[in-house]
């Protein structure tokens, strides 16, 4: 049922309003993430801001890059999968690497550029529209 005085109509129109937005608030997440894990990652002394760095790359920037161009129709579905697929693109950057006998932890930090990078497109994209 309708709140007294709205209408059907209103909350139509705004469901498509937070369903048109859900992506772009994705985007602005990614890229604060993204800029905040290099500069936790790079710029504090200390070893614990540097792993709760590591833990904002892991969980944010990759999944955001994905998610900013998809709408999954609920925002906690949104946040859900943008975790699974940062922590997906996290784990096979790594284990590549691993395999590969190249292990460098800074090297993942190309994992923030890429969700910076792709989050700024979507929004130049959706602003153009």
Excluded at 10 to 18: D, Y
Excluded at 61 to 70: D, E, K, L, T, Y
């Amino acid at each position: 049922m309708c709140a007294p005085g709205r209408s059907a109509q209103w909350h139509a129109r705004k469901e498509v309003a937070l369903s048109s937005s859900r992506p772009e608030l994705t985007a602005y997440a990614g890229i604060v993430a993204s800029v905040a894990a290099t500069a936790l990652v790079l710029a504090v002394p200390w070893h614990g801001s540097a792993l709760a760095g590591a833990l904002v790359l892991a969980c944010v920037p990759a999944g955001a890059a994905v998610m900013c161009w998809v709408d999954s129709g609920e925002g906690f579905a949104q946040a859900g999968l943008t975790l699974v697929v940062s922590l997906a693109a996290f784990a096979l950057v790594s284990a590549t690497m691993i395999w590969a006998a190249a292990w460098h932890p800074r090297a993942l930090l190309a994992l923030a550029g890429v969700g910076v990078a792709s989050c700024l497109a979507r929004l130049v994209r959706g602003a153009g529209r």
